[in-house]
């Protein structure tokens, strides 16, 4: 089906399929999933060529320095989460946890000022970056969810004003990721509205999202494999 497609995987743990398990042990601390979305799209498309650079914890100067040394001028499709970790977002909403509601807030809006003075530069530069080392690629920049299912309200854990201000530093963050990818003609692949169909945190068995996970802390606030097969797979699947 894909047979001339040469597809390369960057981007951060939404990408590399922290949350899903099944990681590859070659892969190291990168925690890259045999259940992440462009593992499954591979399986499914049989490209010409996959290479999975996607890794934990990856910042935009990570794409740069690391990441973008897998493309070429033969890459014609690439896929990427990028920028949640240049505005400590996950460890924001791990604090929101763990402390008051007034910290919450706070933190949140610290991050939200971030992403929207400075992230804009840093995804410039990693998004040039890309279409520097892979000028005849297609491009599709995906979006990070919402968290919480807002409407919920015997969830456990988190006041309201922490779960709705969460959902709306997510909404900052995908709005920069979104103005940047269409700066550079970059397609841009929202997962919101999949996930929001009963499938955040405080929709029980039906989550596709880990909360905060104290065993494991590296996976909360990350898809589960319910979330990378159907909220990642089909809206990359859409865009590719």
């Given at each position: 089906?894909?047979?001339?497609?040469?597809?390369?995987?960057?981007?951060?743990?939404?990408?590399?399929?922290?949350?899903?398990?099944?990681?590859?042990?070659?892969?190291?601390?990168?925690?890259r999933?045999?259940?992440?979305?462009?593992q499954?799209?591979?399986?499914a498309?049989?490209?010409?060529?996959?290479?999975?650079?996607?890794?934990?914890?990856?910042t935009?100067t990570?794409?740069?320095?690391?990441?973008v040394?897998?493309?070429?001028?033969?890459?014609?499709?690439?896929?990427?989460?990028?920028?949640?970790n240049?505005?400590?977002?996950?460890?924001?909403?791990q604090?929101c946890?763990?402390?008051?509601?007034?910290?919450?807030?706070?933190?949140?809006d610290?991050?939200?000022?971030?992403?929207?003075?400075?992230?804009?530069?840093?995804?410039?530069?990693?998004?040039?970056?890309?279409?520097?080392?892979?000028?005849?690629?297609?491009?599709?920049?995906?979006?990070?969810?919402?968290?919480?299912?807002?409407?919920?309200?015997?969830?456990?854990?988190?006041?309201?004003t922490?779960?709705?201000?969460?959902?709306?530093?997510?909404?900052?963050?995908?709005?920069v990721?979104?103005?940047?990818?269409?700066?550079?003609?970059?397609?841009?692949a929202?997962?919101?509205?999949?996930?929001?169909?009963?499938?955040?945190?405080?929709?029980?068995?039906?989550?596709?999202?880990?909360s905060?996970?104290?065993?494991d802390?590296?996976?909360?606030?990350?898809?589960?494999?319910?979330?990378?097969?159907g909220?990642?797979?089909?809206?990359?699947?859409?865009?590719?």
């Open positions: 089906m894909a047979a001339a497609v040469r597809y390369v995987a960057l981007g951060d743990s939404y990408s590399s399929g922290v949350g899903s398990g099944s990681y590859v042990a070659a892969s190291g601390s990168c925690d999933s045999t259940l992440a979305y462009s499954l799209w591979t399986n498309n049989r490209p010409a060529s996959f290479t999975f650079a996607a890794c934990s914890g990856a935009t990570d794409v740069v320095d690391n990441q040394t897998a493309l070429s001028p033969t890459t014609t499709l690439v896929s990427i989460t990028i920028g949640g240049d505005v400590n977002f996950a460890g924001v909403m604090d946890v763990l402390f008051s509601t007034s910290t919450c807030v706070s933190e949140i610290a991050a939200e000022n971030t992403a929207r003075t400075r992230l804009p530069g840093w995804l410039d530069s990693a998004y040039s970056a890309i279409r520097s080392h892979a000028p005849n690629a297609r491009v599709v920049v995906l979006s990070y969810p919402r968290f919480y299912d807002t409407s919920v309200w015997w969830c456990i854990g988190l006041s309201s922490d779960r709705s201000k969460i959902n709306e530093g997510a909404d900052v963050l995908d709005g990721i979104q103005a940047a990818a269409q700066r550079h003609g970059f397609a841009f929202d997962v919101r509205s999949r996930f929001a169909a009963g499938h955040e945190i405080c929709d029980g068995s039906s989550s596709w999202l880990h905060v996970d104290w065993t802390l590296s996976q909360s606030y990350h898809p589960t494999a319910g979330g990378q097969s909220g990642y797979l089909p809206t990359f699947s859409a865009a590719a």
